[in-house]
Each structure stands twice: as C-alpha cells, then as structure tokens.
C-alpha cells in the first residue's frame, strides 16, 4: 500500500479538489434542482483528462491507476455526486472491454472514450437486479451477426453516452453461462431509450431504460468468447465497485465538511454549537467511519491494481462498508444542521439523498453482503 500510495496520489487530490470547487461545485445545486445533465463539469473533466482517465496512454488516455481513479471520483463526489457519476460510469462501461476486448475493439473504442465519449454499462433489467443472470435480453446469431432483443434497466448516463456494454442470453439453457457481452453502439438502429427516471438522488446523472428492438451488429462487436459474459460482468464489478465505495467517500467526506463549518458557525444557548458534547460526538464518529472507509477502500484500490486474490471480498467490503459510512454520515450532518439541514439552502439534505443511492447499485449492499459470504475463504 504504502509503494503505491506516494506524494503525486496527493497532488493528484489537491488538484482535482481545486478544479472540482472551482468548476463542479457551482452548479451541483442547481444540476440537482433541474435534473439536468452537469455539463459544466462534463466539460472541466474532459479538459482535463480527468473524464476517463483510467483509459491507457496508448489508447489516449491518463492510465490513472485504480487508486488515483478512486481519488478523482472522491474527490468530484465531495462537491457533485451527480458529477462524479461521469468518470465511474465511463470505467464501468468499459472495463469489460478493457479486461477482455481485443486489440481492434481497443483501438476502436478506447481513444473515442478518451476524447469525450460515454460508455455505459448494460446488465440490469426489470426483473433481474439482484439476479442479474436471469437477464432476458437475447442475441441470437445469424451468419456473421447477432440480433439483440430486449431492454436493459436504470442505466446511468443512458443517452449521453455513445457506447453501451450489453449483456445478452445467447444460450439460454445454460443460464449464467449462457450470457455473453457485447458493444452496442448508440446510433445503431433499433436502440432507443426511455424517458428520464425521476430519481430521489443523483438527478443530474441521466437514467433511462435501454430498448433493443432487433439491433444487429456483427461478431466483431463481442467482447470475449460466447457464454463469458456473466463472469466478465462480475469481474468488472468486482474492479468498479471500488469506485462506488470512492463516490460515497466523497459524498460522506462533503456532508462532514458542511456540519463541521456550521457547528462553529451556529450559535446557541449563548455558544458554538460544537461545544457541546452532543454535537462533537456525531463529528468524531462522522471522522472516524470516514477515515476507516478510505483505508478499506484505498487497499480495495491497491487490489484491484494488483489483481490480487481477496479483490472479490475486498471490492464488495469497501462498498458495502463506505456506502453504509456516507448513508450515516450525510443523516448526522443534516441532524447537525437541523432545520437548515432538512432545506436545500445547504448541501447536505442532497448529499444525504445521493447517499442513498450508493447502497444500492451496483448491487445492493444485500448482495455485497451474499458476495463477501461466498469469498471468506479467499482472505488469508
Ligand atoms: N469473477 C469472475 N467470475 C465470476 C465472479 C467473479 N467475481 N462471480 C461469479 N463468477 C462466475 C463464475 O464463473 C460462476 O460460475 P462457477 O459456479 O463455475 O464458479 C458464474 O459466474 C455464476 O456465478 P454465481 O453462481 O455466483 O452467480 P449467481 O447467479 O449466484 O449470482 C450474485 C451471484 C448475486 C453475486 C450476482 O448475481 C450479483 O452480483 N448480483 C448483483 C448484480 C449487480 O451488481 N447489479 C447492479 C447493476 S450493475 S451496475
């Protein structure tokens, strides 16, 4: 850990924390209040290679590494969930194809995610979430294609982006290992999306439904041998989920700034709130889950880096553990704030809002939970 986590992972931070308050964070509020797209920070991020940085210098991208990816999306989170959602869902997106695309399909997609355009990622559908194996959603080959029929759901970024990682059942009768992984392109006809889910956190990060009406898209689209899909799928999610542990750190790390602020600002009973010991208990635990979540999931980052063997339980811990960490956190900050935390005139109740989120996707923190179970026998 301590090899990897040297000074430039700092610098790293102070940078993108001066670029995120300068450029992100005066328009979170108003992203959230009109649910729309944060271009402003869309285009800070992609001036500065910070959009997809985790995309290799070869492709035209940083080549940040798992931890200064971590950082970046901490450090976006602190002042814009929503925008923080930019460069994670580009890492979701693509990381299959980073992790099992070949030579042709990287040179092909990864400079277009360098140089500003999205990718997404398909898996969920309405009745398959928590089981994301029992996905409905089919390609079927014909000659040298496949036609993809059904519809992916809650897909972050839908729309905006121009590239969509879709999982599909190409043989149905052998369930998980029957799904296989494919890029599906947002011009290709027959793809289309819903309308904007109205969500109760995360407004700014567009999330629609994705139709597949009969899309064809040749064999060179698939990424990865037929009936490898779900366990790329996983393994992708066993690499991001870190990301989402980083997201809900910033989150947490923001919420705690405000109360913390406002515990010296406010006075009452003729005293800081902060002196009384009600108060400076909530923002000792408030710094103290904090700190633990960055440690689980800076080493979460380092595994991942590494590939070591206890990432799978180590990926599922830190976002289990994080975005548990930023759910308290922001409710805590918003008691400290009382009646001025439960309005918008602050961030926190936002904060508070997109917190929630966190402990869902990406799998719910349920299913991290069923995840770590089944990978006990990994730690040493
Ligand atoms: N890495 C590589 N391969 C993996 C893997 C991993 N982390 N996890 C599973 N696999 C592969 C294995 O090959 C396994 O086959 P074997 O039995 O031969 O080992 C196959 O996938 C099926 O795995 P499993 O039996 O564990 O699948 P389940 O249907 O029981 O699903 C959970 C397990 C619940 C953990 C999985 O469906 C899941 O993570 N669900 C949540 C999905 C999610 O996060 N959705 C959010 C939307 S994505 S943003």
């Not at 964070?25 to 500065?48: G, I």
């Not at 899909?229 to 947490?252: E, K, N, P, S, V």
Request: net charge negative; glycine share 8%; proline share 2%.
């Amino acid at each position: 850990m301590e090899a990897l986590f040297g000074d430039e992972y700092e610098a790293l931070r102070m940078s993108v924390r001066a670029l995120a308050e300068k450029k992100i964070a005066p328009f979170a509020k108003e992203v959230d209040e009109n649910s729309r797209f944060p271009q402003e920070a869309f285009n800070a991020l992609q001036s500065t290679d910070l959009a997809a940085a985790h995309v290799d210098s070869k492709y035209g991208g940083q080549g940040a590494d798992s931890l200064a990816t971590v950082i970046i999306i901490e450090e976006v989170a602190r002042v814009c969930g929503s925008s923080s959602l930019i460069p994670a869902v580009n890492k979701l997106g693509s990381l299959p194809l980073i992790l099992a695309g070949n030579e042709e399909q990287k040179k092909k997609y990864l400079p277009q995610l360098a140089s500003g355009k999205g990718f997404s990622y398909c898996l969920s559908e309405s009745e398959a979430g928590s089981d994301a194996a029992a996905m409905k959603t089919k390609a079927v080959k014909q000659d040298n294609n496949w036609v993809i029929s059904g519809s992916k759901k809650w897909i972050s970024n839908a729309g905006f982006s121009d590239f969509y990682t879709v999982l599909a059942q190409t043989d149905p009768a052998l369930g998980a290992k029957g799904i296989t992984a494919f890029i599906v392109e947002k011009t290709d006809g027959g793809v289309s999306f819903g309308a904007h889910e109205k969500k109760m956190g995360f407004r700014g990060s567009p999330t629609c439904e994705v139709y597949l009406d009969n899309v064809t898209i040749s064999d060179d689209r698939r990424i990865g041998a037929v009936g490898s899909g779900f366990a790329l799928a996983m393994q992708t999610l066993d690499h991001t989920r870190i990301t989402i542990a980083a997201q809900a750190l910033g989150i947490a790390q923001g919420a705690f700034e405000v109360a913390t602020k406002y515990s010296h600002e406010r006075k009452q009973f003729g005293r800081e709130i902060f002196d009384f010991q009600g108060v400076q208990f909530m923002l000792a635990d408030m710094a103290m889950n904090i700190a633990a979540a960055r440690q689980l999931t800076y080493s979460a980052a380092v595994k991942s880096e590494r590939g070591e063997k206890d990432l799978t339980f180590f990926s599922a811990a830190a976002k289990c553990f994080a975005t548990d960490v930023a759910m308290k956190v922001t409710t805590d900050a918003v008691q400290v704030l009382g009646g001025y935390g439960y309005v918008s005139d602050y961030p926190v109740e936002r904060m508070m809002r997109d917190a929630k989120l966190t402990q869902i996707y990406e799998g719910t923190n349920q299913v991290q939970r069923v995840v770590m179970a089944r990978h006990l026998g990994d730690l040493n």
